[in-house]
T-cell receptor
Framework: GAVVSQHPSWVICKSGTSVKIECRSLDFQATTMFWYRQFPKQSLMLMATSNEGSKATYEQGVEKDKFLINHASLTLSTLTVTSAHPEDSSFYIC??????????????FGPGTRLTVL | EDQVTQSPEALRLQEGESSSLNCSYTVSGLRGLFWYRQDPGKGPEFLFTLYSAGEEKEKERLKATLTKKESFLHITAPKPEDSATYLCAVPNWAGGTSYGKLTFGQGTILTVHP
């Protein structure tokens, strides 16, 4: 199956600092990537859709100035949490949309990044 | 609005005790249903895509089936390593176009005891 990586896998930062998380599709090109947030014992919450070469589309209630998304290439999207605060502590997961030859359309997920803001 | 409901919320099995997880959906027009497995502290791992009623797919001890209203994930003779949260999801379509977004169910937490 297709492979998606995330870096870092975990990060601890001080309140007020910014943190960047990278999401890479390793063996396919992804014009669309997605960023999710997951709280303990809950399902995934979509934060935004990242499209290569254009602005990200944010879900209702997600602050676009706090969660900056850049999709500079067909294999890389980044999420920057700006001026992080303890309430931003969470598990962040990216996914990449794979469009197959036989009209298959599948999302493959990265391993996730655990962010802890002190 | 698309809706996906999974049941049960949690399932505890003994090793070797076969069972099924349910995913019922309400969508304007089904264009695929996905099953994922998620281990604690990790991202979801893709298992299956089903596109039409009657379709079945298998992988090791797992078999996914699809009807017009629901999907089942059958687990045959499970092992402790099958313990995980199983998620199903459907793609969102608007105006005949998919932007790739998924609607997820809340998941079923499966625990298999040795």
């Amino acid at each position: 199956g297709a492979v998606v990586s995330q870096h870092p896998s975990w990060v601890i930062c001080k309140s007020g600092t910014s943190v960047k998380i990278e999401c890479r599709s390793l063996d396919f090109q992804a014009t669309t990537m997605f960023w999710y947030r997951q709280f303990p014992k809950q399902s995934l919450m979509l934060m935004a859709t990242s499209n290569e070469g254009s602005k990200a589309t944010y879900e209702q209630g997600v602050e676009k100035d706090k969660f900056l998304i850049n999709h500079a290439s067909l294999t890389l999207s980044t999420l920057t949490v700006t001026s992080a605060h303890p309430e931003d502590s969470s598990f962040y997961i990216c996914s990449a949309r794979f469009m197959g030859i036989t009209s298959t359309d599948t999302q493959y997920f990265g391993p996730g990044t655990r962010l802890t803001v002190l | 609005e698309d809706q996906v409901t999974q049941s049960p919320e949690a399932l505890r099995l003994q090793e070797g005790e076969s069972s099924s997880l349910n995913c019922s959906y309400t969508v304007s027009g089904l264009r695929g249903l996905f099953w994922y497995r998620q281990d604690p502290g990790k991202g979801p791992e893709f298992l299956f895509t089903l596109y039409s009623a009657g379709e079945e797919k298998e992988k090791e001890r797992l078999k996914a089936t699809l009807t017009k209203k629901e999907s089942f994930l059958h687990i045959t003779a499970p092992k402790p390593e099958d313990s995980a949260t199983y998620l199903c999801a459907v793609p969102n379509w608007a105006g005949g176009t998919s932007y790739g977004k998924l609607t997820f169910g809340q998941g079923t937490i499966l625990t298999v005891h040795p």
